[in-house]
């Protein structure tokens, strides 16, 4: 079991149940599970993935990023060719970030295409539709538009 890892919340729960029932581990040892417990949404995937953490999902990201930069980067390089790599690097991350919040959003409006209120409508155009689901994508998401603001 790897609880860093656990891209679901209710596995990475499961599991941490499952350490602190084991016998396999001793009492100081779950009591520092329990106190890490408490910060969890910064080193556990699963909860890092609502934050924008420019693609770097570990406990420890300054360190992930110097492993990066330490494959571009050496004492012969100059300043241009550090900008270049960081600004190439920046690129990737922020379409690997865009990649996924596309996945989250396309696996979203799959979960709303089975609502019943998208069934009762499924005559209108695909445009209201799409509307429609993201009104419903927002009001679950809590988003609180300001008054005069709408979106159709």
Not at 70 to 89: A, C, E, H, P
């Amino acid at each position: 079991m790897n609880l860093p890892y656990s891209e679901n919340i209710s596995y990475f729960e499961d599991g941490y149940k499952e350490i602190l029932k084991s016998d396999s581990i001793g009492k100081e040892n779950k009591n520092y599970l329990e106190a890490k417990w408490k910060e969890k949404q910064k080193w556990a995937k699963c909860f890092m993935k609502t934050k924008f953490c420019v693609g770097m999902c570990t406990s420890s990201r300054i360190e992930a990023k110097h492993r990066l930069l330490k494959r571009y980067l050496n004492s012969s390089k100059g300043l241009v060719y550090l900008f270049s790599i960081l600004r190439d690097i920046e690129k990737t991350e922020l379409k690997n970030f865009q990649d996924e919040v596309t996945r989250i959003s396309e696996k979203e409006n799959k979960q709303y295409e089975k609502t019943e209120i998208i069934k009762c409508f499924q005559g209108y155009s695909d445009y209201a539709l799409n509307k429609l689901k993201q009104q419903l994508i927002e009001s679950n998401n809590y988003k609180i538009k300001s008054s005069g603001q709408t979106s159709w």
